[in-house]
């Protein structure tokens, strides 16, 4: 890759918020996701959460251009579950919600390790996530409707939570992962063997320093196999 890349890659890694993400609960509609999923790599979340209300809607970021390769989806299989993962990797949970117990969004601490749930336009946030949370917030409005659109409102959070985090200079340290770095560095700086690797189940070799692969003679030689020769390489 080219050290312009490289740099841009890298500057995007340095800035990621590993305790800060936002989940979308009971998502019928895919474009909303999409729309988070951009703001969230604006902002520098790394991962966006999703529980969704049908099988059919899911949306896999693997094959996702743009903002959705540089941000994972995760998902759950109940508002149960996505808040004990959170609540295991020592966050605090904020939901949004029309009510008498919420509170400003901007009165929150967004320094803290965070996960933002959001429901969805129709039936909002749930009982369940409701009753789970540490704090309900709203968005104040001051017109004739109530919300805003599911994505505008996260677009309005998060940059708050970005606000406040650069303020407090957790931007520009790197938290991630080597792990999760290594494979950014190597999906977004090798696209073409980054798809070899996947179609011949092989794994990501190592980027060095300067972006460039470090890998055995072996896993070079398979890359350049066809995926039948190298499924029969140990016969």
């Not at 073409?192 to 189940?201: P, S, Y």
Request: charged fraction near 20%.
């Amino acid at each position: 890759m080219s050290p312009e890349r490289l740099a841009r890659i890298n500057a995007m890694l340095d800035n990621r918020q590993s305790d800060l993400t936002i989940c979308l609960e009971h998502i019928h509609k895919p474009h909303n996701l999409s729309a988070v999923i951009r703001t969230a790599d604006a902002v520098g979340v790394p991962e966006v959460h999703a529980i969704w209300l049908a099988e059919s809607t899911r949306v896999s970021n693997h094959k996702a251009s743009g903002s959705g390769q540089w941000v994972d989806v995760r998902s759950h299989d109940s508002t149960a579950d996505a808040i004990n993962h959170f609540r295991g990797q020592g966050m605090q949970v904020l939901v949004t919600n029309l009510s008498d117990t919420a509170v400003d969004y901007r009165e929150i601490d967004y320094t803290r390790p965070t996960a933002l749930m959001m429901g969805n336009e129709k039936d909002g946030i749930s009982d369940q996530a409701l009753a789970l949370a540490d704090q309900d917030i709203i968005v104040p409005m001051v017109g004739m409707v109530q919300s805003l659109n599911v994505s505008v409102a996260a677009a309005l959070i998060l940059y708050e939570a970005q606000r406040q985090r650069q303020a407090a200079g957790l931007y520009g340290v790197r938290t991630l992962d080597e792990a999760i770095c290594q494979r950014h560095l190597f999906e977004g700086g090798h696209p073409i063997f980054a798809r070899i690797c996947r179609q011949k189940g092989l794994p990501y070799p190592r980027i060095d320093e300067q972006g460039q692969i470090q890998a055995p003679d072996d896993w070079w030689q398979r890359v350049q196999m066809s995926k039948h020769a190298w499924e029969h390489l140990d016969d």
